[in-house]
């Protein structure tokens, strides 16, 4: 059973930092891509940042770049996303995502991923 469980959501002021951790069990984590998404109320989900099953690459919306840093840790099953210089518009429910490798990625695509978390909440106040 695949299962992928978020942690290190809460609150912050703006300006302030998060790191939010996600684990994976019951797969072969280290040959998936991975994927954070955030959804806020009466909003569509939308893709913060991805990267390939061996972290060589990643991609981020232009909404986070330079402030986010996604990085994983296949020995421990372990996805992370560094939030820096938050701002309240980042607020929202966050989750983990894991897709199985194929051609044509497109790492923005909710319907690409497999596997979803259940979310972790991330509130920021300015």
């Known amino acids: 059973q695949v299962r992928l469980v978020e942690s290190g959501g809460g609150s912050a002021q703006a300006g302030g930092s998060l790191r939010l951790s996600c684990a994976a069990s019951?797969?072969?984590?280290?040959?998936?891509?991975a994927a954070w998404f955030r959804q806020a109320p009466g909003k569509e989900r939308e893709g913060v940042a991805a990267?390939?099953?061996?972290?060589?690459?990643?991609y981020y919306a232009d909404s986070v770049k330079s402030r986010f840093t996604i990085s994983r840790d296949n020995g421990k099953g372990t996805l992370y996303l560094q939030m820096s210089s938050l701002k309240p518009e980042d607020t929202a429910m966050y989750y983990c995502?894991?897709?199985?490798?194929?051609?044509?990625?497109?790492?923005?695509?909710?319907?690409?991923?497999?596997?979803y978390g259940q979310g972790t909440q991330v509130t920021v106040t300015s």
């Open positions: 019951g797969y072969n984590y280290w040959s998936y891509r």
């Open positions: 995502a894991a897709a199985r490798p194929r051609p044509g990625w497109s790492w923005t695509n909710p319907a690409e991923y497999n596997y």
């Open positions: 990267i390939d099953s061996g972290g060589g690459n990643t």
